[in-house]
T-cell receptor
């Protein structure tokens, strides 16, 4: 499972776009990139998952360059309720369902009024 | 709401005692994974159950054991509690062989005094 590196913390203001970059230099061919969001005293919640190029859903966008050694989670027009810890995970989702998740320390995003 | 339930919500124990935590995954999810999350850190994988057997295990001592029932619900047991076991314990449900994400419950906050 590839190790990931992401900023410890970030600050933003309501209405701004936030981009959180994750580095995963040793990503393997079968690895996917997944982002989770976690509020205090709650379990992590899936945000988005991708393999290459760009993925977009109703919550966020995920940009993955061609070499796949990094990825960027983009949150458009954040609000106070987006204040949370964001985790970037890399792993093989096709490994027979043995989808053990390896979390790092995550990025603590604080959105200010 | 991820449809995953955990009980109890909070628990206080003293050193040396034993504790049992319970988890019911989302309907149709046949695999249950348990994670320990210390304050300020990312969740750490404990073990995973499928078909009532432990399939994977993280770097946790034998004091941590589990069980899965025919209805896919699961228990986490911790014996000989010590202060370092104080944490948020999360369970996550998933479908074996699926590329879909894991769905986490709200967790059980365990405090060991």
């Amino acid at each position: 499972l590839a190790k990931t590196t992401q900023p410890i913390s970030m600050d933003s203001y309501e209405g701004q776009e936030v981009n959180i970059t994750c580095s995963h230099n040793n990503i393997a061919t079968n690895d996917y990139i997944t982002w989770y969001q976690q509020f205090p005293s709650q379990g992590p919640r899936f945000i988005i998952q991708g393999y290459k190029t760009k993925v977009t859903n109703e919550v966020a966008s995920l940009f993955i360059p061609a070499d796949r050694k990094s990825s960027t989670l983009s949150l458009p027009r954040v609000s106070l309720s987006d204040t949370a810890v964001y985790y970037c995970l890399v792993g093989d989702v096709f490994s027979g369902g043995y989808n053990k998740l390896i979390f790092g320390a995550g990025t603590r995003l604080a959105v200010h009024p | 709401d991820a449809g995953v339930t955990q009980s109890p919500t909070h628990l206080i124990k003293t050193r040396g005692q034993q504790v049992t935590l319970r988890c019911s995954p989302k309907s149709g999810h046949d695999t249950v994974s348990w994670y320990q999350q210390a304050l300020g850190q990312g969740p750490q994988f404990i073990f995973q159950y499928y078909e009532e057997e432990e399939r994977q295990r993280g770097n946790f001592p034998d004091r941590f054991s589990g069980h899965q029932f025919p209805n896919y619900s699961s228990e986490l047991n911790v014996n000989a509690l010590w202060l370092g076991d104080s944490a948020l314990y999360l369970c996550a449900g998933s479908v074996r062989g699926s590329t879909d994400t894991q769905y986490f419950g709200p967790g059980t906050r365990l405090t060991v005094l």
